[in-house]
């Protein structure tokens, strides 16, 4: 069974230490382009033709400090609010956060892993089309949302429950494996529309320094993956997984750490979401093939050795 198309993943706020070196990765390395202002102030960047994305606030927590899903419409709004208060999730309305966001609606509540959440309506579009010289054949957005963000918590069990039952969401599958030896991972994945899991979340055997372990891009072209990972190598920047494909998804993708610690992964070619989706199935494994740790890239390589 697939979720009702009800919301999609809006936007992502975060707080850094250093908001401009996280631009300059965002926009030289990942691929995105500046977005528009905020009455907060926020350093802002997209991925296609909505006013932003990604929100940067200048701060010390390297982490996600809110996460926003756009509804539908105004009946998709409406069921949504009246879905998390009936299980447990009552909402505040936030007029003032809905002038920064730029959208018309917004109410928001606290997810069990310890961030904000916003449901949200009307996300205004940018001035300009999205045109990104890194970038030329753009995201996969459309009906989809931006990309996928994944959250590490202890709150496991209670995290489900927010995501199925109070935003409606629909388990996707699960992954369950042994990473090292005597170290289990288990990460569950929730979709809200086609795309394969707009959320996932992984079991944390105790509190991480940073809840969210990445966010994903999807490109609509497979060598927009080749040459971001040719720019991340040649910028010395540190690859947690090289180019693999993922066993539930299919997706082709990279690993890099982000400037704040965070990682980004830049994917292309996901499997999406069909009316009939009885694929909710536990995988062994992360990935079919790839995936490996690679560590500092060419660029900081070629320093140490002229170095020495």
């Keep these: 069974m697939t979720a009702p198309h009800n919301i999609e993943l809006a936007y992502l706020g975060v707080e850094v ?25 926020h350093h802002t960047w997209r991925n296609d033709d909505k006013a932003h994305r990604v929100l940067v606030s200048q701060g010390p927590a390297d982490d996600a400090r809110f996460l926003g899903f756009e509804a539908v419409n105004e009946a998709a ?29 917004l109410v928001h509540t606290e997810a069990p892993w310890g961030m904000r959440v916003e449901l949200v309506h009307q996300l205004a579009e940018a001035q300009r089309p999205f045109q990104s010289p890194n970038v030329p054949a753009a995201f996969v957005t459309r009906d989809v949302g931006f990309g996928h963000v994944v959250v590490a918590t202890t709150r496991f069990d209670e995290s489900h429950h927010f995501l199925t039952e109070g935003l409606g969401m629909r388990q996707t599958d699960w992954i369950e494996t042994e990473i090292a030896a005597g170290i289990q991972l288990e990460v569950r994945f929730y979709h809200c529309n086609e795309r394969h899991h707009s959320v996932a979340v992984a079991r944390a055997p105790f509190d991480l320094p940073q809840t969210m372990h990445h966010l994903m891009f999807e490109t609509n072209d497979r060598d927009d993956v080749g040459r971001a990972f040719d720019r991340a190598w040649n910028h ?27 990682q980004v992964e830049v994917g292309h070619g996901a499997r999406r979401i069909t009316p009939a989706w009885d694929d909710n199935r536990r995988y062994d494994r992360i990935s079919i093939w790839g995936h490996q740790p690679l560590g500092k890239g060419q660029g900081q390589q070629q320093e140490a050795a002229a170095a020495t």
């Design 17 to 41: 230490a250093d908001p401009e070196a996280l631009g300059d990765f965002l926009q030289n390395i990942i691929g995105l382009i500046p977005g528009e202002g905020t009455d907060q102030q």
């Design 77 to 105: 709004f409406e069921k949504t609010m009246a879905r998390l208060h009936h299980a447990g999730y009552p909402t505040s309305s936030g007029n003032k956060a809905a002038n920064d966001r730029r959208v018309a609606d």
């Design 236 to 262: 010395g920047l540190v690859i947690a997984n090289g180019l693999g494909r993922h066993d539930n998804d299919g997706m082709f993708s990279f690993y890099v750490v982000s400037p704040a610690g965070f």
